[in-house]
């Protein structure tokens, strides 16, 4: 479905303001846009730098607005379904939840967990509200926000590849130790040869051996918020990696 619309319509106008906003040219937006053509007509695509885990992210969001779109256009015009405003205390609510993914976008450090759960926390309440008042006029800014923000996050090399840079940077501000960290990037890049041989679900194995490291190092070798990151941020590639949980 995603796939067929993006033929026709090509990418959304808030995806490519949101990747444009992270830095991609107009070029490497253009290439994404065949990356998820291929995807979505199930064509497989080889992953040399990670990019599959971002693209699946994408086409993920794509065919979750539409179907929600569609979905409340089949309840109000077909099934007659009323449609009420939000109230006042209920449109503060959300512009409180996008406030807050903001606030966690332009932080100097970001927290990965914080972020995502902020995230996540909007897209709930965008989500409950829509299918609560039918109203996708009010909503769509909200839900694309939340999606786009979500995107956002995956632009924040949300990678292997990114995951060892983390660990670096957590490495030098002392919430990792040298011992930790050396594990840790040990099964990071067990990982991405799996990326690089295109066996996703190995890949997520792999991740999944990770998380058994950041369980084993914790508190000794990493401290407390460095553990909820790694964890966080290893979880959510192994979803995309792997969704549905099956591994090789």
């Known amino acids: 479905m995603g796939g067929r619309r993006l033929e026709t319509d090509g990418l959304p106008e808030f995806l490519v303001y949101m990747l444009t906003e992270y830095g991609w040219t107009a070029s490497q937006i253009d290439t994404l ?32 607005l539409e179907q929600l779109e569609q979905g409340i ?22 512009d409180a939840r996008r406030a807050a993914v903001e606030a966690t976008f332009n932080q100097s450090t970001i927290s990965w967990a914080s972020l995502l759960g902020s995230i996540e926390l909007l897209i709930g309440d965008a989500t409950a509200l829509l299918l609560e008042t039918n109203n996708w006029a009010a909503l769509e800014g909200d839900l694309n926000s939340a999606y786009g923000a979500l995107i956002g996050f995956q632009q924040f090399d949300a990678t292997v590849d990114g995951m060892q840079a983390f660990v ?25 040869q799996e990326i690089i041989d295109g066996e996703f679900g190995n890949a997520a194995t792999e991740l999944a051996d990770f998380l058994d490291v950041v369980r084993t190092q914790y508190p000794t070798g990493i401290s407390e918020a460095g553990a909820g990151d790694l964890v966080e941020y290893a979880s959510y ?12």
């Open 33 to 64: 846009y065949d990356q998820l053509i291929e995807l979505g007509t199930d064509a497989f695509v080889d992953d040399p730098d990670g990019t599959m885990p971002r693209v699946s992210s994408l086409m993920s969001a794509i065919a979750v």
């Open 73 to 94: 256009r089949v309840r109000v015009d077909e099934l007659g379904a009323a449609v009420r405003e939000l109230t006042p205390e209920e449109r503060a609510e959300l």
């Open 168 to 192: 670096d940077e957590l490495q030098t501000s002392g919430a990792v130790t040298e011992t930790a960290a050396t594990l840790l990037d040990n099964e990071l890049a067990a990982a991405n």
């Open 237 to 248: 590639l192994i979803s995309h990696l792997d969704p549905a949980g099956i591994g090789d």
